[in-house]
């Protein structure tokens, strides 16, 4: 019976979670609406915006935890996050891409604790993306949605007085109406060892499932056709799929070599520093100067090399990669 009790005490009359209700329908249908009549032209953007692409599981986290620890740059914090409805606001009266204090440089799937820490704001992006299917295209999107993206991005900018960088993987999937209505966009195109990555997939879809089968994140155009495959195929598959979609689109989309920066995970964990300087120098050849930060970097992450899911499943994996 107190069992039954303390449940329903915690599903019913738990003020938090009618709190943070109230909050996100504010957002959704007031806050947002403050952003929309706030008024932003359509002059070129004063910085470029930056957008993480590539596969989930590749250290995309980790790479923008290092960047904005490193570099003078505005991005998503999980204090954004919450007020999704109108971002800029937020980085107008609280600053918080310019307290950014040191980085722990842990998460747990993609997701990090702290006001400050930098946040996928899944809320904000689903504002002009739709949920499913995952992959949008020009003919796909909706222009009015898109007007309504590229005043969010710019207000942020506004506000934030310096690049914007964003890191949501399922930017990977929307790359051609990004670059349609940001012509300013610039890329990161992140890669990892696919074995590795495959690994790192795997293992997360049996910490979140507790099943090897069930799909976790990004979903490919011929997703429906792989879930029938076996589970090593499935992730090699999705890795493949999504890191052809960012080089096809790119190329559909005019994107210049030179407004796209190539990072390999595995190149950042041996040598930050460099990424870093590299990246400035990116930065620099796209007219956008960046100055580094007081706080420090490591001097180099470390790599698991350990096999942390079934070993059958693994072997499958590697041979698929491998022969296929």
Request: aromatic share 12%; hydrophobic share 35%; charged share 25%.
């Amino acid at each position: 019976m107190m069992n039954w009790y303390h449940s329903m005490k915690s599903k019913y009359l738990n003020p938090v979670k009618y709190i943070n209700k109230i909050l996100y329908y504010c957002n959704k249908y007031i806050f947002c609406l403050v952003e929309n009549l706030t008024f932003s032209g359509n002059k070129k953007l004063k910085f470029p915006p930056i957008f993480i692409v590539g596969a989930p599981r590749s250290g995309s986290t980790l790479t923008i935890q290092l960047i904005v620890q490193a570099l003078e740059m505005s991005y998503m914090t999980n204090r954004h996050a919450k007020y999704f409805g109108m971002p800029f606001v937020v980085e107008k009266f609280f600053n918080p891409t310019n307290n950014i204090y040191n980085i722990s440089f842990t998460s747990n799937h993609g997701r990090t604790k702290g006001s400050y820490s930098p946040s996928e704001a899944g809320n904000w992006w689903y504002r002009f993306f739709r949920k499913n299917p995952s992959y949008i295209t020009l003919a796909d999107a909706n222009e009015n949605d898109m007007k309504k993206f590229r005043r969010s991005v710019s207000l942020m900018i506004n506000a934030a007085q310096k690049p914007l960088i964003f890191k949501n993987m399922y930017e990977t999937v929307r790359i051609q109406p990004i670059k349609k209505y940001i012509p300013e966009s610039l890329f990161i195109f992140l890669e990892r060892s696919e074995i590795d990555n495959g690994h790192s997939l795997l293992e997360t879809r049996y910490k979140v499932h507790n099943d090897y089968n069930a799909w976790w994140s990004v979903e490919v155009p011929d997703c429906n056709d792989l879930k029938s495959c076996h589970p090593g195929k499935q992730v090699i598959e999705q890795i493949r799929g999504l890191n052809s979609i960012v080089h096809e689109d790119l190329v559909k989309m005019g994107v210049n070599q030179e407004e796209v920066f190539n990072i390999l995970y595995e190149d950042l964990c041996e040598n930050p520093e460099k990424v870093i300087a590299n990246l400035q120098k990116f930065l620099e050849k796209n007219g956008t100067n960046v100055a580094r930060r007081e706080s420090k970097i490591p001097n180099n992450f470390p790599r698991r090399t350990d096999i942390r899911i079934d070993e059958d499943i693994y072997k499958e994996m590697v041979g698929y990669s491998k022969n296929d």
